[in-house]
């Protein structure tokens, strides 16, 4: 009987509709009686709410269905055929603005009656939970773990749902972009015989028989394509780093964005893409994921990125400088503190009204072996890391490309060239100046959306604590 109805989306429910037979399947979001002749069930698709009412009538709805449609458990997969009705009343409950008068109601599957999370409860901001205890009303804050634990389900709240599709549409217009720029899309090994970045963040593994490693970056391997002519690269893959560290933003595996392209003269070739990719992507995220933006944000209230036409860039000079005038002392000539960071995010945003920046010229000591020394000055690099909010999205440079230099800068990092034999010899058949950049995916969305952890941006997480699910 069904088959021959016209399937509708709850998200295209309204009340252009009106009194017109609809077919809808959906999730049973929340179920209530009035009575033994009436009741109500929620239902639930995408982030899009419906209510369907079921009222005892001779020949439509029979007393057993009311009571079947109670019995229905919370988050099980029904489909649902009625008329759309347009009530006198603003709907509270639901996110359409019309209902569906029911007329058949199948159970295509029941979820189990006990549910490890409550949608409803894991779907509320802070503000919400607060009041909402104040007035005395039963609900169990949901904590990150319990979160994880049961990802399936987390995933199911509309703040979750706009997450997931924001992360899809930055690797979308990351790809267009590129592709319009010139870059070829290219796919990377994971399994290398040596570390990429090194440090100890490197996961070590057993390559039948031969010591391997997991790739912390495409570093090499996008490099070595630049020396197979191919000009400009791109890859979207993912990076596995050993982290010890437990923090907020760093995880054991992420899915980083990748550039490698030639330059002619000036590594600020590099920063060019990266301010015009940006700046595209950012406006490109407000309009056309307007909706995800507000479902995030009834959940995490955040203030939209401010970033400007053309992105700022500091020198690390600068940035220091800023820093000792407003009472920070830094090393010079060492690495800034995600403390230090944040602090220099707050001085820019004062100064310049830009939440996204780019600080360039780090000193050399504190970038891997592959980065280019700056020719005036040695102490420096031509190298740069991005910031959103304060925290560090990209790092990129121009490489040595000298395959001599690069073996001594190697060396001097102290590195094993015997496991990068095959990477310094690439660029001994004739390797054209080049740079790029890496951008950590799970980190743009945090910050862009101004979340608090990155585990709210990634999928199925893995830190130094989780593997499952
Ligand atoms: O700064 P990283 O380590 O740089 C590289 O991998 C270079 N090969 C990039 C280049 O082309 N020069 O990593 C790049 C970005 C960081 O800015 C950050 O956004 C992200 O990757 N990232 C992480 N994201 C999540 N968890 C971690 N443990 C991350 N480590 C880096």
Redesign the pocket.
Known sequence: EISGKKWTDVKDLNDGLKDQAVLVRGRAQAIRAVGKKMAFVVVRKRGFTVQCVLTVAQDVVSSQMVKFATSLSRESIVDIEGIVSVPAQPITGASQQVEIQVRKLYCVNMAIPTLPINIDDAARSEIEIEKALKAGEQLVRVNQDTRLNYRVLDIRTPANQGIFRIQCQIENIFRQFLLSEGFVGIHTPKLIAGS??GGSAVFRLDYKGTPACLA??P?LHKQMSICGDFGRVFEIGP?F?A?DSFTH????E?T?L?VEMEINEHYSEVMDIVDRLFVTMFDGLNETCSKELEAINKQYPFEPLKYLRQTLRLTFEEGVQMLKESGVDVDPLGDLNTESERKLGQLVLEKYGTEFYILHRYPLGVR?FYTMPCHDDMKYSNSF?VFIRGE??????QRVHVPEFLTERAQACGIDVNTISTYIDSFRYGAPPHG?????L??VVMLFCALNN?RKTSLFPRDPQRITP
């Open positions: 990429s970045e912390q970056s570093q990076v780093r982290e933003r760093h995880l054991c992420f980083g990748d891997p890391d560090e999205i990209i790092s990129g440079a790029g950049f890496g951008v950590g799970e980190r990155i």
